[in-house]
């Protein structure tokens, strides 16, 4: 899972892949209008705290792990719950991927990354994100839309720019989590064989 906003904001989008798809909620209000769009569709307005719930509890039906790329999306997840047992049961099925990449980059190159960027651990297995969807493209592309939803405008009201980075930002939290996927295959290939499911 992944979650997008800017950094002085609650986030505004929660993006998850499950069995090689992607499903994508907007959490706040003011981007309702932003809903299942064009090039942007199955991306609902959800309530937060309820969505984090759902989550935790398919990976506890299903047996599996809530990954996201660093723990800040985990410190997104633990303020969305608001009652402790929920927290407890979500750090039971967390799982920081950072934690299983580091290893395998040491393994490899016989150092510690540089740094432990999504962008970085892409770039290394060959598989670089495009430019215009990757890094630093998300904080300004919300703040263009956010601006025009605050004057009162409605999606089909945005100018073009506007839209176009509604999906720009939606692409980049599905390349995010397609990214997360082809690392983590990647690097727990010794282990699961090539095959391996994560």
Not at 26 to 40: E, G, K, P, V
Not at 109 to 127: D, K, M, N, Q, V
């Given at each position: 899972m992944d979650y997008e906003g800017n950094v002085d904001q609650l986030p505004n989008l929660l993006g998850?892949?499950?069995?090689?798809?992607?499903?994508?909620?907007?959490?706040?209000?003011?981007?309702?209008?932003?809903?299942?769009?064009?090039?942007?569709?199955?991306?609902?307005?959800?309530?937060?705290?309820?969505?984090?719930?759902?989550?935790?509890?398919?990976?506890?039906?299903?047996?599996?792990?809530?990954?996201?790329?660093?723990?800040?999306?985990?410190?997104?997840?633990?303020?969305?719950?608001?009652?402790?047992?929920?927290?407890?049961?979500?750090?039971?099925?967390?799982?920081?991927?950072?934690?299983?990449?580091?290893?395998?980059?040491?393994?490899?190159?016989?150092?510690?990354?540089?740094?432990?960027?999504?962008?970085?651990?892409?770039?290394?297995?060959?598989?670089?994100?495009?430019?215009?969807?990757?890094?630093?493209?998300?904080?300004?592309?919300?703040?263009?839309?956010?601006?025009?939803?605050?004057?009162?405008?409605?999606?089909?009201?945005?100018?073009?720019?506007?839209?176009?980075?509604?999906?720009?930002?939606?692409?980049?939290?599905?390349?995010?989590?397609?990214?997360?996927?082809?690392?983590?295959?990647?690097?727990?290939?010794?282990?699961?064989?090539?095959?391996?499911?994560?």
């Amino acid at each position: 899972m992944d979650y997008e906003g800017n950094v002085d904001q609650l986030p505004n989008l929660l993006g998850w892949r499950i069995d090689g798809v992607n499903h994508g909620a907007i959490l706040d209000n003011d981007f309702a209008s932003c809903a299942d769009r064009y090039r942007a569709k199955d991306v609902l307005l959800e309530d937060h705290e309820e969505q984090v719930r759902r989550l935790v509890l398919l990976a506890e039906l299903e047996d599996r792990r809530v990954v996201s790329w660093s723990e800040h999306d985990w410190r997104h997840m633990m303020a969305a719950l608001s009652t402790t047992d929920w927290q407890a049961r979500l750090c039971l099925v967390y799982r920081n991927a950072i934690k299983t990449a580091r290893p395998w980059y040491r393994k490899t190159y016989g150092h510690t990354p540089p740094e432990a960027s999504l962008h970085h651990f892409l770039t290394c297995i060959g598989r670089p994100q495009p430019a215009r969807y990757g890094q630093a493209v998300v904080g300004a592309a919300l703040r263009l839309v956010r601006g025009q939803l605050r004057e009162g405008r409605e999606y089909a009201q945005l100018t073009p720019k506007a839209r176009a980075s509604w999906v720009k930002v939606v692409k980049h939290n599905r390349l995010d989590l397609e990214g997360m996927q082809l690392v983590l295959q990647a690097v727990t290939a010794p282990w699961f064989g090539a095959q391996g499911k994560v």
